[in-house]
């Protein structure tokens, strides 16, 4: 498929509908790890030509993406980054992480976006937030796509950081990620303190089931109280 570039149209559409003067793109990383946190970017861009190459950061080589990360730093208007922590990840649920992230990001930008543009199908922000959700959104709104690419190469620069520390786990290069060598270290060594807790892969680690954290929600509350445990992971 002959690559198309992203474009401003959604920008320009909630320009026109809404009135929102200032509209920031908003991409995440790092939902699926087994570590690490969750990383949401926040871009700002304006109505002005992107960068060449521009797209969703996964869709770009290794180098491309760096360096085109180093381009769009000095290039957007403004961009913030966020985080959710593994522990507030087990604490609350991808989800309510999620929002924890992106609220960080949105709110750390010099200026209060009127309304953003969120990659995907799923509003996870909600209110107060004018949101329009995107799906491929990384791929063809240009603020969305700034902001994969920030928040892929700073997320992944910090598990390499990481990876110097847990050399066994390979962090630096599946990014906290499963992979082979990755599961092979957490069944010798069990997880680190940047692992998820409440994530599935614990159940096939006998050796390590008992670290494994329970996220009780109100149902499950309510399931205990009728004498039935329920998990919610």
Not at 110 to 116: F, I, K, L, S, T
Request: net charge neutral; charged share 20%; proline share 7%.
């Amino acid at each position: 498929m002959p690559y198309q570039p992203p474009t401003h149209s959604v920008e320009r559409s909630l320009r026109a509908t809404t009135g929102a003067k200032i509209v920031a793109g908003v991409d995440e990383v790092g939902r699926g790890a087994w570590a690490g946190p969750v990383t949401v970017c926040a871009a700002v861009t304006g109505l002005r030509r992107p960068p060449e190459g521009l797209t969703d950061s996964k869709l770009l080589t290794l180098k491309r993406r760096t360096a085109l990360a180093a381009t769009l730093e000095s290039w957007v208007t403004a961009y913030a980054l966020g985080e959710a922590s593994p522990g507030e990840i087990d604490e609350l649920g991808m989800t309510a992480a999620l929002r924890l992230a992106a609220t960080r990001a949105l709110e750390a930008l010099p200026v209060r976006p009127d309304a953003v543009i969120l990659d995907g199908k799923h509003d996870y922000l909600g209110d107060p937030w004018r949101v329009r959700t995107v799906i491929k959104g990384d791929q063809s709104c240009v603020a969305v796509a700034a902001a994969s690419v920030i928040a892929k190469v700073r997320r992944d620069a910090m598990m390499a950081e990481l990876g110097a520390v847990h050399a066994d786990f390979a962090f630096g290069d599946n990014a906290g990620y499963p992979s082979p060598v990755h599961r092979a270290a957490l069944e010798e060594l069990g997880p680190t303190p940047h692992h998820r807790l409440s994530w599935a892969y614990l159940d096939a680690l006998p050796k390590w089931q008992h670290l494994k954290r329970v996220r009780i929600t109100p149902d499950n509350m309510a399931l205990e109280a009728g004498g039935q445990l329920g998990f919610d992971f």
